[in-house]
């Protein structure tokens, strides 16, 4: 068990428009997601964490109005880059966690953004 | 600023021996501790975790924890090709449990 699923696996846009990648956890309900970024040879930060059905926390220098996140049920959380700039390219990739204590987080396989 | 230390590596070793990995981390509060692997262009996957002093077993895995020195280890016992690869130190947060803070990772390549 244990398997969290993301959408697109990748996406390429114009620089200017939205994308929205959705997170799911397939076989267990995810009380805790998480959305990180990862730029190429860097290890992953964090973006953000979401419970569902409140707002989500977002980590310094984060900011939430370009990068807004909805954690509408258990078992999807959805992350949308809004107006993506070229330096928005990066891997996201989003875990989740059954708890919101100290849990293990199962991590998606990822979202490849490229932003001509 | 928490941190989580690992030395970026690469580092070679032969098939079939130990490779060993090391960890430090900054936040004596942490209570929990993770190891996973990253290909490349792959999203991280958990090896293991550990909570408590001493030493972990899962197969050719080996997690070894000492709280009081910050310090946590991953021992790969006869290393295959296939696990070359980045390997990510993670350690919870003490101030907000459900966060956790991950080091850059070590590369491990394992030649034949």
């Known amino acids: 068990g244990a398997v969290v699923s993301q959408h697109p696996s990748w996406v390429i846009c114009k620089s200017g428009t939205s994308v929205k990648i959705e997170c799911r956890s397939l076989?267990?309900?995810?009380?805790?997601m998480f959305w990180y970024r990862q730029f190429p040879k860097q290890s992953l930060m964090l973006m953000a964490t979401?419970?569902?059905?409140?707002?989500?926390?977002?980590e310094q220098g984060v900011e939430k109005d370009k990068f807004l996140i909805n954690h509408a049920s258990l078992t999807l959380s959805t992350l949308t880059v809004t107006s993506a700039h070229p330096e928005d390219s990066s891997f996201y990739i989003c875990s989740a966690s059954r708890s919101s204590g100290v849990d293990t987080q199962y991590f998606g396989p990822g979202t490849r953004l490229t932003v001509l | 600023q928490k941190e989580v230390e690992q030395n970026s590596g690469p580092l070679s070793v032969p098939e079939g021996a130990i490779a060993s990995l090391n960890c430090t981390y900054s936040d004596r509060g942490s209570q929990s501790f993770f190891w996973y692997r990253q290909y490349s262009g792959k999203s991280p996957e958990l090896i293991m975790f550990?909570?408590?002093?001493g030493d972990k077993e899962d197969g050719r895995f080996t997690a070894q924890l000492n709280k009081a020195s910050q310090y946590v280890s991953l021992l790969i016992r006869d290393s295959q090709p296939s696990d070359s690869a980045t390997y990510l130190c993670?350690?919870?947060?003490?101030?907000?449990?459900?966060?956790?803070?991950f080091g850059s990772g070590t590369r491990l390549s394992i030649r034949p």
């Open positions: 550990i909570y408590s002093n």
């Open positions: 993670a350690v919870n947060e003490h101030s907000s449990a459900s966060k956790i803070i």
């Open positions: 979401s419970n569902e059905g409140s707002k989500a926390t977002y």
């Open positions: 076989d267990f309900q995810a009380t805790t």
